[in-house]
């Protein structure tokens, strides 16, 4: 019986959070701004005019003769290494968050569930990585382990993991002692068991605004690392290295380092656009259960 | 008459009047002013001082102002000039002895006086297998006596034909001073001395009131300021922090030239005596290979690289310039394009598509190449890994042993003589990372036994033998020549630039 009013409510709940999400033009814009690079960084191979790596024309031209946005420094298509350059940003971007979800979630369930020498354990571990400036640790990772995309995954993945596990970590305080976990208990569940299927559940609205933001933060940390010449190598494209670049030629070229660094605003802002509609969305003192 | 006398006197002061300023300006633009402080952007700091294992370009030009070389480069003619420590040298008919001579009145920065016994010590701590940059450049040296208190006897073993011009890498030094203290606390007969080293800030110099050239230096003060990144150094240039820089983006030399407060120096074409250098593993695959590493020169676009660094870069496959008369004619010439026969040998050699990763050293410039590089490899088969480091890796992975490497790209500057133009790419701290000895130790020999030929068509003969010799083999690749550039504002004057990027400010003052 319980199921079925819960099951019910929390339907109804769901879909007036989604009509509330999707009322926020502000939301929607940032919906629609980063379903726009989504497809057309995805549909790169198609969309692309050049490969990114084909020194097509002369260097440093202005956009024109065939280069929607000009050529950069050895004659490459800006336009085309800007949407290639996307995938490895936004892949990087979601790599990294996954990696951050998939090593903090466990163990913010572990520690906020188990409590004692566990939560000792692992919050003191998370608190020595928050000690480290995010942008210092994964340089000096990607600077141990070598700059490739597997590496500069695994290093801002790292350094977002604290985030995630203090996050579920306090989720899973908040519902451990609710009726519905006691219940689920009662019926014999085990630990695992209410874990996964009754305590996460509820983990999910922070965890979905956080995944957002820190997407966005990943987006950027790359770009960062690539700026400073310690993400991705070249010729493969990346926006912070082309930012890096576009510097050097801004006088002659001033739309190549523009427009990586457009394209690096659109991201972050959309993916923080979504992220904060979500938390309006999510807020759960904007609904009650009947 | 009295009235046209009138006339032409008037006529006369008019002109005196009119022509004063004009030629009192080029009296006071021909005398040098004493005073001021100049202060230089470079691109690193440095490792060490010790000038005789010093490693980097930025290193040695601290140097410059600290200590002096025997002797130096005349700049236009690019022959052997006593402006270094030397007054004079003289070599017997034999070639076996050589009698090198100090300047009278060299001080060291403590005030001790300059010796022979130094310069003993400095001859024979250069000759040290410890002092990789002149080691194998002084193995004919047998010993050195001390003549008179500025006058030592050099007995060669045999004779040399480079030993004067290797004196332009042997810095004086005062006798006896430890490894230590010659890293870091510079004592040398230098035109500065070193007040301040703020470690990856920059040196602080004063000037040496105990310098041997009468006059000398001008400035009173001189600063290197270390900023690595090349955008940096050109904005700091534009907003007059600093006066004069060592390397700019060569993206931004129209820019340059525009300003009109800006002079920018450079060294085109055959002088440009540095080259942008592709290091092989001759023993480390793909390019243990012969034919791995001719289809590799052969695929290398120099013309390309050209028009992408904005024409300054001399499109040459070759170490010593077409236009030298040491230039051997009828070998093999890389400096053209040929993708065909570069996949021809790459088929002929087994390995259709030949991995192997690429060190450099990032720059702008730097960059640039080794893309262009990567494309025109990658175009003929073979799979490049390109792994942009820094200076310092660079060194530690490919110019020390166990040379774990198999490509690095880097630039080198050899000597303004054809002999060093071998010497420098194949030999030396380059020759060792190579390990070509272990592949054609002839040539090894054929280079030492080059030294000691006087007979000058001998000379010749031996160097275009071994230019076949590297022709044929491709030990490393010579990509192409370095343009160097700097610019300073109009009011530095008396600066020259150097070939070898090395900086001098002896001569420099400061005209505001």
């Known amino acids: 019986m319980s199921d079925v009013v819960w099951t019910g409510a929390a339907t109804a709940n769901w879909r007036r959070r989604l009509r509330r999400f999707l009322r926020d033009y502000v939301t929607v814009l940032g919906l629609v701004l980063f379903g726009a690079l989504l497809i057309v960084t995805t549909l790169a191979p198609v969309i692309a005019p050049f490969p990114y790596d084909r020194f097509a024309g002369p260097p440093l031209r202005p956009p024109g003769e065939g280069f929607l946005l000009g050529t950069d420094e050895v004659g490459r298509d800006l336009f085309s290494r800007i949407l290639y350059a996307g995938r490895i940003s936004l892949g990087v971007g979601f790599g990294a968050t996954a990696v951050a979800v998939g090593v903090g979630l466990p163990l913010g369930l572990v520690s906020g569930y188990f409590g004692g020498r566990y939560d000792s354990v692992i919050m003191r571990g998370m608190d020595g990585l928050l000690a480290f400036p995010a942008l210092l640790l994964a340089l000096t990772t990607v600077a141990v382990l070598g700059p490739s995309v597997r590496n500069i995954i695994m290093a801002i993945g790292l350094v977002s993991v604290p985030i995630f596990s203090r996050l579920v970590r306090a989720s899973v305080l908040a519902f451990k002692q609710r009726d519905f976990v006691e219940a689920a208990r009662a019926m014999g569940a085990g630990d695992l068991r209410v874990l996964t299927v009754t305590i996460l559940p509820n983990c999910l609205p922070p965890l979905t605004v956080q995944f957002t933001l820190t997407f966005a933060t990943a987006v950027l940390t790359e770009a960062g690392l690539s700026f400073l010449g310690l993400g991705i190598r070249p010729p493969t494209p990346s926006w912070g290295m082309m930012l890096n670049t576009g510097r050097n030629v801004m006088a002659l070229a001033p739309l190549y380092p523009v427009m990586a660094g457009a394209a690096v605003f659109l991201t972050v802002l959309s993916l923080n656009l979504i992220g904060d509609g979500l938390r309006d969305a999510l807020d759960p003192h904007q609904f009650t259960r009947t | ?512």
């Open chain 2, 1 to 512: 008459m009295w009235r046209s006398r009138q006339f032409l006197w008037g006529v006369a002061l008019l002109l005196v009047v009119a022509l004063a300023p004009a030629v009192s300006s080029v009296s006071a633009q021909a005398q040098p002013k004493r005073g001021g402080t100049l202060t230089v952007g470079i691109s690193a700091d440095a490792a060490t001082l010790n000038p005789f294992v010093f490693r980097f370009n930025v290193e040695r030009n601290v140097l410059h102002a600290t200590h002096e070389t025997l002797v130096n480069y005349n700049l236009q003619t690019f022959e052997l000039a006593n402006s270094g420590a030397l007054e004079s040298w003289q070599v017997s008919r034999d070639g076996l002895t050589y009698t090198l001579r100090l300047w009278a009145n060299l001080k060291f920065h403590d005030g001790s006086p300059a010796t022979a016994d130094d310069l003993k010590w400095s001859l024979e701590k250069a000759a040290q297998p410890t002092s990789g940059r002149t080691f194998a450049l002084l193995t004919l040296m047998d010993r050195v006596e001390v003549a008179d208190p500025r006058t030592v006897r050099v007995i060669m073993k045999s004779p040399d034909g480079i030993f004067t011009d290797t004196l332009v890498d042997v810095w004086l030094a005062k006798k006896d001073t430890s490894d230590a203290d010659l890293a870091t606390k510079p004592n040398g007969t230098g035109p500065f001395k070193l007040v301040r080293w703020d470690r990856a800030q920059g040196f602080t110099l004063e000037r040496n009131s105990d310098y041997h050239v009468a006059g000398k230096p001008y400035l009173e003060r001189l600063v290197l300021r270390i900023i690595p990144d090349d955008t940096v150094r050109q904005i700091q240039l534009f907003n007059g922090q600093i006066d004069l820089i060592d390397v700019f983006p060569v993206a931004s030399v129209a820019q340059f030239k525009l300003n009109r407060d800006l002079q920018v120096y450079e060294v085109r074409g055959d002088k440009a005596m540095a080259l942008v250098y592709f290091c092989l593993s001759n023993v480390n695959p793909p390019f243990n290979d012969k034919r791995v590493r001719q289809a590799a020169s052969l695929a290398i676009d120099r013309a390309k690289i050209k028009t992408l660094l904005f024409g300054l870069h001399d499109a040459r496959g070759t170490a010593i310039p077409r236009t030298s008369p040491f230039y051997a004619t009828g070998v093999a010439d890389y400096s053209r394009r040929n993708a065909a026969r570069a996949r021809q040998l790459l088929a002929e050699a087994g390995t259709p598509n030949p991995e192997f990763e690429l060190v450099y050293h990032s720059g702008f410039a730097e960059d640039i190449i080794a893309q262009a590089v990567e494309q025109s490899l990658r175009d003929v088969g073979f799979r490049v890994n390109l792994r942009p480091i820094e200076i310092g890796q660079y060194v530690a992975q490919v110019l020390t042993p166990p040379f774990r490497f198999q490509g690095g790209l880097t630039w080198i500057v050899p000597k303004p003589n054809p002999y060093d133009q071998l010497n420098h790419p194949y030999g030396k701290l380059n020759g060792q990372a190579l390990q070509y000895a272990r592949v054609n130790q002839g040539f090894y020999d054929k280079l030492q036994a080059a030294r000691g030929l006087a007979n000058p068509d001998q000379f010749k003969a031996a160097l275009q033998d071994l230019q076949k010799m590297i022709a044929e083999d491709q030990p490393a690749i010579i990509v192409g020549g370095k343009v160097f550039l700097h610019a300073s504002y109009k009011y530095v004057k008396g600066f020259t630039i150097h070939p070898q990027q090395r900086l001098f400010f002896t001569d420099v003052w400061l005209d505001k």
